[in-house]
T-cell receptor, first 115, second 117 residues
Framework: AQKITQTQPGMFVQEKEAVTLDCTYD???????LFWYKQPSSGEMIFLIY??????QNATEGRYSLNFQKARKSANLVISASQLGDSAMYFC????????????FGSGTRLLVRP | DSGVTQTPKHLITATGQRVTLRCSPR?????VYWYQQSLDQGLQFLIQ???????AKGNILERFSAQQFPDLHSELNLSSLELGDSALYFC????????????????FGEGSRLTVL
């Protein structure tokens, strides 16, 4: 069964610095997709970035980028130039390969940006 | 705004009671997913419906049930509530089960926060 592991329950970063949030996954499938979502204190889930297993380039979306290392089965989120508004929970998720296309989530990392 | 609407946003009830959470997916989305997020936990998949039919089931308790109606809105029914059922319940939708811009992309509602006292 697929599994997502986020080993950092909490992290601090200084404003304007970059931070990397770790995510490793376990799957035997060749085709899969990885997502990162942000959950601010208000609770909503905000989609940040997607990486497909066959994508040759690491995904980037503004200040967010993915450090995708397929052989290591890791998809770490890099946030550049951190802002106070980046303080939130961050979840890594993987798409299930069956017809449901449901996502399975990691336990999350709570990021706190210090001024 | 994801386009997914969940009601109520907040609900406080007592143990042993029954509640119904409602979800309206994005216009045209056929697939609805329900997730449970307990305090400081990740999201746990409960159940998925596609065009009115149950498609996938996760760790959903027997006290919980769901359905998707012909107009594609969905309801999650929670009965015989226990303290441990207190959680944020998310509904998410996707166009055809295969995602939006990305395969598997889900569009989440803002959640229904259930507190059982």
């Amino acid at each position: 069964a697929q599994k997502i592991t986020q080993t950092q329950p909490g992290m601090f970063v200084q404003e304007k610095e970059a931070v990397t949030l770790d995510c490793t996954y376990d799957t035997s499938d060749q085709s899969y997709g990885l997502f990162w979502y942000k959950q601010p204190s208000s609770g909503e889930m905000i989609f940040l970035i997607y990486q497909g297993s066959y994508d040759e380039q690491n995904a980037t979306e503004g200040r967010y980028s993915l450090n995708f290392q397929k052989a290591r089965k890791s998809a770490n989120l890099v946030i550049s130039a951190s802002q106070l508004g980046d303080s939130a929970m961050y979840f890594c998720a993987m798409r299930e390969p069956d017809s449901s296309y449901k996502l399975i989530f990691g336990s999350g990392t709570r990021l706190l940006v210090r001024p | 705004d994801s386009g997914v609407t969940q009601t109520p946003k907040h609900l406080i009830t007592a143990t042993g009671q029954r509640v119904t959470l409602r979800c309206s997916p994005r216009s045209g989305d056929l697939s609805v997913y329900w997730y449970q997020q307990s305090l400081d936990q990740g999201l746990q998949f409960l159940i998925q419906y596609y065009n009115g039919e149950e498609r996938a089931k996760g760790n959903i308790l027997e006290r919980f049930s769901a359905q998707q109606f012909p107009d594609l809105h969905s309801e999650l029914n929670l009965s015989s509530l226990e303290l441990g059922d207190s959680a944020l319940y998310f509904c998410a939708s996707s166009p055809s089960g295969s995602g939006g811009a990305y395969p598997g992309e889900l569009f989440f509602g803002e959640g229904s926060r259930l507190t059982v006292l």
